[in-house]
Every structure is written in C-alpha cells, then in structure tokens.
C-alpha cells in the first residue's frame, strides 16, 4: 500500500499527507460528531417526551426504554455482515434522512397532540435501528476513507467526538425539553442527523462497493465461531457474564432513576441531563488512571474494586431528599464516580480481551462480547418499570442498584480477579475459517466493552 503522501485517491486527486487536510475526513468527522450528539440527546429526549407529554407511567417507560435498545440485540451481529457489503456512505446518509424524518414526524405529531404511546414505541424502536446501522458503517467507512498509518489518529478524532456527544448530549437534551418544551425539543434534535446528512454526502472520494462472494450460510459460520471462542476462554466467558450482569440492573436501574429524578426529587430536564452527563468527566479521569493502575495493583484488583465503587455509588442516591442545593451536588458527584469506575472498568476489560484474543477472532470476540452483554437490557428496562409501579421509585431504586453489585461480585469469584500486573497471552495459533484472512494488526481496537 503507497504511503499517504503518496496515495491518490480514485477522483485522481493526492490524498493528503496529513489527517485534518484531507477535506473528505473532516466532512466524515463533522458528520459523525452531529450524529452521535443527536443519538445521545435523544436518550434524554425521547424518554422525558414520554414523561412531560404524554404522563407515562413507569412501566410504559420502561417499555419505551426496552424497544428503543432491542435494535442492538436483535440487529448487531447481522448489522456488520450487510454494511460489509455495501457503500458505507450510502448507509450513513440513508440512515441520516431516516432519523431526521422520524423525529421530524414525533415532533409535529406532538405539538398537534396526535402523538401516543404506541406511536412513540415505533419510533424510537425505527430511530434505535437506523442507529445500529449508522454506528456500524460510520466505523468501517474510516478503514476505507483514509491510509493505514492514518488509522490510530483517525480512529481517535472520531472515537473523541463520541465521548464528548456522551458528555454533553444528555445535558443538551434536557436543556432542549426544559427550554422549547419535549415536541419542540425533538424537532432540534432531527436538526442533529440534518446536519450529518448535509456533512456526509459531500464527501468526495469514490468507495467501490466490496466482493459479495461469499454465501450467506459463511456469515452464519463466523458468527458460530466467535461465539464458541467466547464461551470456551474462562476470562472471556467471565467477562460476559460480569457485563450481562451489569446490563440488565443499570438498564433497570436508569428506568427508575429517570422517574426517580423528575418525579420525587422534581428536577427539571436540564438538571436531570447534567446529572447524567457527570458520568462523562468521570470517564476522562477514569481513562487517565487506567494506564497506570493496573500495572501497579494488578488487572484483577482494579477490575473488581473500580467495578464495586463505580457500581456501589447509587446506593446513596435513594436516600436524597430536600432541596436540590443538597441534592443536585450529590447526584453529580455520584455521576462522576460512577463513569470513574466504569472508564476503568472499560479500559482494562478491553486490554485484557485483546491479550487473550487471536488478531483474526478480535473483531467477532468484541461482537459476541457487547451481544451477550447488551442483550438483557431490553428485559432490565421493562423490570426496571413494572418494579417502579408496583414497588415504588425509592425501594425500585434500592433494589437495583443493589443489582448492579452482581458484575463486581461475578468478577470476584472468576479468574479475572487473579489476574496480575502482567496480561494474559493469547492462546496458540489463531482460531479462524478457512480462507478468511486474520485482522491487520495495524487495526484499530475496539472503542469500549458492552459496559
């Protein structure tokens, strides 16, 4: 492959020798930044739409919750297979139009007061498809826009983009509700996936739409593969049980907490997205300390004291009361140290998969991981509400909170918390079909686990 100073692109222009010159990058990276800071606004958005207009109970918004992120269980695996057969611009400025529309259409549909529930679990079931389809294409498409020395920092603009959008889109989000009331806020956010669409679809250089040789039934193969490979590592088969764990009490805990907020503490919609976004400070500080703890305390101890006190942390928020001069200070703080341990949590579980893992089963590895993982969620959502309902917002809180000590607990009692200073090494010889090339080693990692 010619260096990137030398490389000419199919529109028989040179490509540039640096990242931020080449036009058709920054469109990529402007695009994607827009959409992420739209997708994690509506995690907001959408769910205080349920709550402020049309007076959802809690079981109804578990339910919204559930079907918005049953797209992820249902589609990712296959997600990856169809966009490695298409042209991932195609797909980003599909997917873009496709979510600007639906917002588009809640957002008049509420302010007319045609809008109800069965029609919002539509939607965001539509806007959580159209998601998958855009968070897979919009990292392959990097592979195939710039030079493989360009990788690793291209990799980091755009994975940076997407922890910004994690810290200020939940915050925008409930500024947007609390400002221009829930209708007016979703037309604002659609504004979000406009603006990718009008970014992406200028980008220049031609993608040529990759080999469609292969039988469908080989998608089947590889997807059997990765799975048995997970399930047959004793790190790995522990990670995934840790991180299911984690994943059906957060998704059960985050129903009650959004009600939790609005409705006992009667917190506005701003002040519920910078309590969620305190999370996002926290990860930063949590990412710094992850170069260095680990090889200090050991893998092991860091993963399962940074997971207690990252997941312990809500226990103290069912007892808030007062004033949110009280209130408001601790919830931000708990925020914070929970994206800490998680950022921790996250860094080290990765370094550890990639060690135990051969270069060409890393990217199904990562896969089965964050299914298995996520798959639970949309069944923590809809617990999450039914408890709400019939338990009541400060016990439903209690208790699964408490629940989310079950991924520090399963680490514990696994061979993760044996692992010392020094990572694991993979095992011999590269488990892979036939024919099926291993991974470049020049790859960029995968950005987080499914916690």
Known sequence: ?????????????????????????????????????????????????????????????????????????????????????????????????????????????????????????????????LSVFFDVAYQASLVRLVERGQLVRGNSALEGSRSAAQIGGPALGGALVTLLSAPLATASNALFFALSFLSIRQIRRSESVPERAERPSRVWRRIHEGLRFVAGDTALRSVCLASAAFQFSFAAMMTVYLLFLSRELHLSGTVVGLALAAAGPGALVGSAL???????????????????????????????????????????AAGFVFGLGGQLVNVTVMAVRQAVTPAGMQGRAAATITFVGMGLTPLGSLLGGFLAQEWGLRTSLLVTAAGMLLSPAVMAVSPLARLGRELPAPPAGPQVSPGVPPASPDAPPSSRWSK
């Open 290 to 332: 992850a170069a260095r703890l680990p090889s200090r305390f050991g893998h092991g101890v860091v993963l399962v004291c940074a997971a207690a006190l990252g997941d312990g942390v809500f226990l103290c928020v069912p007892a808030l009361h007062g004033s949110s001069a009280v209130t408001v200070p601790v919830l931000l």
């Open 1 to 129: 492959m010619p260096s990137a100073s030398s490389a000419v692109s199919d529109s028989g222009r040179p490509a540039p020798s640096s990242l931020w010159r080449d036009a058709d990058f920054r469109r990529l990276w402007m695009g994607q930044t827009a959409s992420q800071l739209g997708e994690h606004a509506n995690l907001v958005v959408l769910p205080l739409f349920a709550v402020l207009t049309l007076d959802a109970s809690a079981g109804q918004l578990g339910a919204l919750r559930a079907v918005g992120q049953a797209p992820i269980l249902l589609l990712s695996l296959f997600v990856g297979a169809w966009v490695d057969r298409w042209r991932t611009r195609t797909t980003m400025v599909l997917t873009d139009v496709g979510r600007a529309l639906v917002l588009g259409v809640a957002a008049v549909a509420g302010l007319f007061g045609v809008l109800g529930l069965p029609a919002l679990l539509a939607l965001a079931f539509a806007v959580g498809t």
